[in-house]
């Protein structure tokens, strides 16, 4: 049995900012209001050319820096996204790619908000079952291409962003304790982001959605309904997995809760008798970046000297689906100082291992082109040539 510990954090917000006044000019809203009622100060929106792929590379490639682990190594990764470019191929495989972690199976998991919770439990009972050594275990998002921009309930809430984590299976005891994981899908219509617009299920098909009001393709939510179930679910699950750790609420040091509004943090807090200031709150520079926001928050807590070995850390999700989360991990780890030689170093592997996919890619073609198999495009060209009808004998 070997216990699944942290050995590398690592985020990126991406580098355009939108404000709560930016979003005043676009919406009826205000600063005081959006401030007031989320915590919510401004959020990252991805620029034109970057994707969940692109940010989740980012995040994982500076969590591997810190773990000191050569992308060759990594054996899984799970990419938590409500986001991603295609069903298929997964952002995970892209990742994969990117990193040129030859050696990794790769996936993306679906559980919105609780996204990252659900993948960090998967990984960590991956390596106690000797399945893997390690994992790579992402939350990427980029929310602001799937929000209804006129929507001043959602619009204001969400923002872009990725973060990871490096798990590693060690002999020595702490790492991930215990975690819980939840759904309860008779609530699935509170928050919605459909998929296929085709879809006949009656309650969530287009024709419900469209008839009341929404818009396709975009996040649909019962702001009161999810507020009301979020606050509830937070301390019961920090209650359940404190407890499942065979840990009381004294012994814990810090929560890393999903960042979508500091009330629902407040809240829990009242609930648990738990201060304030145990919880970690980034939610006022990064808004809402569902599956992304815990490790974000995670990496902004580690950069605030708010972790020390031996301390036992909460996080805790909840979302879409519906579905909450969490999972109390022992940390082990302080810091390691990484040389500006040591990053650019590392960074030349991924330009390496961009090559090499990318003469891969070129070797499958003319390994078609030789082996007679005509290239996607002429396919595709074949494809749309008018046909001659047959005539009947
Ligand atoms: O990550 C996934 C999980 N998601 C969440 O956790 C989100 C949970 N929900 C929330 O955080 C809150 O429900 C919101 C922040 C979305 C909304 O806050 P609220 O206090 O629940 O507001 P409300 O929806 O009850 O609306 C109160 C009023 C309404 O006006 P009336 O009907 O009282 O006249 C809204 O039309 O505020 C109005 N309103 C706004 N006003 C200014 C709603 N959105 C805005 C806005 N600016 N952006």
Redesign the pocket.
């Known amino acids: 049995m070997k216990y699944a510990h942290i050995v590398g954090w690592g985020s990126y917000l991406p580098e355009k900012i939108l404000t709560n006044n930016d979003l005043a000019r676009m919406v009826?809203?205000s600063d005081e209001?959006?401030y007031t009622?989320?915590g919510i100060k401004e959020r990252h929106i991805a620029g034109e050319r970057e994707t969940t792929a692109t940010l989740a590379f980012e995040a994982a490639a500076r969590a591997l820096a810190v773990a000191d682990l050569h992308p060759s190594q990594v054996e899984l990764i799970i990419v938590a996204t409500s986001t991603p470019e295609y069903i298929f191929p997964s952002t995970a495989c892209r990742v994969q790619d990117y990193l040129g972690a030859a050696r990794a199976g790769a996936f993306d998991l679906s559980a919105a908000?609780s996204g990252f919770v659900y993948g960090l439990s998967m990984a960590a009972n991956a390596i106690a079952t000797g399945s893997v050594r390690n994992a790579l275990v992402v939350g990427a998002e980029t929310l602001s291409r799937v929000i209804d921009w006129q929507d001043?309930?959602t619009c204001?809430?969400f923002g872009d962003g990725a973060g990871a984590v490096v798990l590693k299976g060690m002999s020595v005891p702490g790492g991930v304790l215990a975690s819980t994981l939840r759904s309860d899908g008779s609530g699935g219509e509170l928050?919605t982001l459909p998929a296929v617009y085709h879809n006949p299920v009656p309650m969530l098909g287009p024709e419900y959605l469209l008839q009341n009001g929404h818009k396709k393709n975009t996040i649909h939510?019962n702001?009161?309904q999810?507020?009301r179930f979020?606050t509830k679910v937070v301390a019961d699950a920090i209650e359940e997995v404190v407890h499942k750790a065979g840990l009381t609420l004294n012994d814990i040091d810090l929560i890393v809760p999903?960042q979508?509004?500091v009330r629902?943090i407040e809240s829990a807090s009242k609930r648990l008798k738990i201060p304030m200031e145990k919880f970690f709150l980034n939610v006022d520079r990064a808004g809402?970046t569902?599956a992304a926001s815990i490790p974000v928050a995670l990496c902004d807590a580690v950069a605030a000297n708010r972790l020390k070995p031996n301390d036992n850390v909460v996080f805790v999700g909840?979302?879409?689906g519906l579905t909450w989360g969490a999972a109390v991990v022992k940390w082990a780890v302080t810091p390691p100082e990484v040389s500006l030689l040591d990053r650019e170093w590392k960074r030349a592997r991924y330009i390496a291992a961009r090559t090499r996919s990318r003469m891969r890619k070129w070797g499958r073609r003319v390994g078609a082109w030789l082996g007679g198999s005509p290239t996607p495009e002429a396919r595709l060209k074949d494809a749309n040539r008018p046909r001659r009808r047959k005539r009947r004998q």
Do not use: P
Request: contains cysteine; proline residues 0%; positive net charge.
């Open positions: 009826e809203t209001w959006i009622r989320t908000c001043r309930g204001i809430l928050l939510m702001g009161r999810v507020f979020a999903h979508a509004n629902i809402n569902s909840f979302g879409g």
